[in-house]
């Protein structure tokens, strides 16, 4: 039990439509969401492709615990931790490579790449009855895949992958129903942009509707860009509580409005007639039209996978005011022409120097900033209550710019910090 | 790679060039940092590494003339909020070496360190930069700058000011 | 990257540095039959340093190829 739970309770700090700012800068509250949340539920921690031939791994994070993952001669992922069982050196230094067994630097102890102990030098140090069994590489207990998203869970036991992404699944279903082959290609290596804020600023900004206009608006105003208006008093997208801490805002209604195909991505079809070609000999003249029309999910996934149309998101917390953004591209596998518009757009729009991200990231800084006053120790989440409503999947909706999403976050949040105080 | 033969007008040259770029770029005299690019330029500050596809994989900023141009008028918004207020910055250029000359460009290497001020605090920033200078009648322009910071294949902080 | 050839007259095999993993492999192809296999660094500083006859169990030809399917499938 941490002093939150002793002395203050979640219930008090967390009420339906606000926060207590202290939820954004206690250590006590960051070190419990690292065993309720980072240490117990569902993570992204990578995506298959990142792993493409037998023995390739890579190195990768739950919060602030490294992991290996690691694809073995039999194509099995497996999700290890980076810590020597003898004296918890780093065993894998490389962000990535290809091996079958991995030696560690300080005294060679060699683990195949299933973390199984496979020796150590002059063994005759050791009476031999140590047990090379036990002395394997911690793993992440559970690893569920979906849609080649390799998902990691540090609970023995506990809702399966499926339970915990629910109706949520489905913005994996659209995300790769956009490749024509069926599958993506997370290859383009990952931008690395650290900020000096609580990843729940983050968590929150994701799905939030009501900045764009103020906090892009420089570089909306210089790049024709169709975006501010999606999220306009005006607009018929929806923001949504997808259920489990995962949030959408949905863009679809206004797609469909709008009725133009690749509208969404702000091109035509003629701009990349490869693509076209693939998606409607894939899927038909009609679904791909629909296909094009609807576009890329703009979807939250609690706690660190944000699908941002174009571009993955994995947010990792390192300390209650540090946190990592990693981005790359969403790269549909076999489909060149829409490929290198979709990491050319990735790179301008994301990452430390990116016209939208540097700008996020300057907001996240500066609420972490001011969350520190003393008065009025609130974070207001009002927006929108009076016309909340259910949508025909019975999940409550709003409008563009109201703050359903972040009301939705706080209260799986709330039930997760509760279900282990 | 060796060294050529020595033409101080033509390195001297080069290193005022390289001067007023990063004087430009700390006192955030956005147009006159923009007339410093060739109109076929290439601006280009990899990540994880310095030897990456940029036609492939994920770089930190990889502009054309035409971004580069997107770039210089968000900053010129005054709503650029991550650098709004701009960061100060100062930074110190080095090594500044005339690596080849093909009669067309000028290839030359420099190193640099750079001291970003902002509310978040001093950030330091390092690395070395390469350019492909064009000789012209109006002297010198950029056609190529790459960009490799020290720490490119590391998390780092927001890098919204001139590098 | 082609290697080159090994070739005696028991086996002739091709070898190639295989780039498509997230690091090199060397690809060795059993000119024979076809068929492929990888080493890693590792596994070749290994094979350099395997003190005589170490490799003499995996030479027995009913090891993994001309032999009846084990019960539940597995070699070893």
């Known amino acids: 039990m941490s002093t939150v739970d002793a002395t203050i309770g979640w219930d008090r700090l967390i009420e339906h439509d606000r926060v207590h700012g202290s939820l954004y800068t206690d250590p006590a509250v960051y070190e419990a969401e690292l065993e309720r949340i980072w240490y117990r539920t569902w993570v992204f921690v990578g995506h298959v492709s990142e792993v493409p031939e037998p023995n390739d791994y890579v190195v990768k994070s739950i919060g602030p615990q490294p992991v290996i993952m690691s694809r073995d001669k039999q194509g099995e992922i497996h999700l290890l931790l980076n810590r020597c069982t003898h004296r918890a050196n780093l065993v894998c230094d490389a962000a990535r490579g290809n091996s079958s067994a991995f030696r560690c630097p300080y005294h060679g102890w060699t683990f195949s790449n299933t973390g199984r102990l496979l020796g150590y030098p002059f063994n005759s140090g050791y009476d031999g009855r140590e047990a090379k069994r036990e002395l394997g590489l911690g793993r992440v207990p559970r690893v569920e895949i979906y849609r080649g998203f390799v998902f990691g869970s540090f609970a023995d036991d506990g809702p399966t992958l499926l339970e915990h992404l629910g109706d949520a699944r489905e913005a994996l279903d659209r995300l790769v129903a956009l490749s024509p082959s069926g599958e993506l290609d997370l290859s383009a290596g990952w931008l690395q942009h650290k900020v000096k804020a609580n990843w729940k600023m983050l968590v929150e900004n994701e799905t939030d509707g009501y900045h764009p206009q103020f906090v892009h608006s420089s570089i909306f105003s210089v790049a024709k860009s169709g975006i501010g208006d999606l999220y306009g008093e005006e607009s018929t997208a929806l923001s949504r509580d997808l259920g489990n801490g995962h949030t959408e805002n949905d863009l679809r209604p206004e797609f469909r409005r709008i009725d133009q195909p690749l509208g969404w991505f702000g091109t035509t079809p003629d701009r990349v007639p490869g693509y076209v070609a693939q998606l409607e000999a894939a899927n038909g003249a009609e679904k791909a039209r629909e296909l094009m029309i609807d576009g890329s999910p703009h979807v939250m996934l609690f706690p660190n996978l944000f699908i941002a149309e174009i571009q993955l998101f994995v947010i990792q917390p390192l300390a209650v005011d540090e946190t990592v953004q990693h981005v790359t591209a969403v790269q549909y596998k076999g489909s060149p022409d829409m490929n290198r518009r979709m990491l050319q757009q990735t790179i301008g729009s994301v990452g430390p120097a990116g016209f939208l991200l540097a700008d996020d990231s300057e907001m996240y800084e500066r609420n972490q900033r001011g969350v520190h006053a003393r008065s009025p120790e609130w974070v207001v989440l009002k927006r929108g209550t009076h016309r909340e409503r259910l949508d025909e999947n019975g999940h409550v909706v709003g409008d563009a710019t109201d703050e359903v999403p972040q009301r939705a976050i706080w209260k799986h949040y709330r039930s997760l910090m509760e279900a282990g105080s | 790679m060796s060294a050529l033969p020595l033409n101080l007008d033509r390195l001297l040259e080069v290193q005022q060039f390289v001067y007023r770029e990063a004087r430009l770029q700390d006192e955030h005299d956005y147009d006159g940092w923009e007339a410093l690019w060739a109109d076929d330029a290439t601006y280009w500050v990899p990540a994880n590494g310095d030897a990456i596809d940029p036609t492939r994989e994920m770089s930190i900023i990889f502009d054309n003339r035409s971004r580069i141009a997107t770039r210089v008028k968000q900053l010129k918004t005054g709503k650029r909020h991550a650098q709004a207020p701009p960061s100060r910055t100062r930074r110190v250029v080095s090594n500044v070496e005339l690596l080849a000359d093909d009669g067309e460009e000028l290839l030359v290497g420099a190193n640099f360190a750079v001291y970003e001020s902002r509310e978040r605090g001093l950030t330091v920033w390092a690395g070395r930069s390469t350019y492909r200078l064009r000789p012209t009648g109006d002297g010198l322009l950029m056609a190529y700058k790459k960009v490799e910071l020290v720490d490119n294949d590391r998390a780092i902080y927001t890098l919204a000011f001139l590098i | ?76």
């Open chain 3, 1 to 76: 990257m082609d290697v080159g050839e090994v070739v005696s007259e028991f086996a002739a095999v091709a070898l190639s540095i295989d780039h498509d993993g997230n690091g090199p492999r060397l690809r060795i192809e059993d000119l024979k039959t076809g068929h492929v296999g990888y080493l890693d660094a590792l596994e070749l500083e290994t094979l350099a340093w395997l003190p005589e006859g170490a490799l003499h169990p995996l030479l027995d030809p009913s090891l993994h190829r001309w032999r009846k399917p084990a019960a539940g499938g597995g070699t070893h």
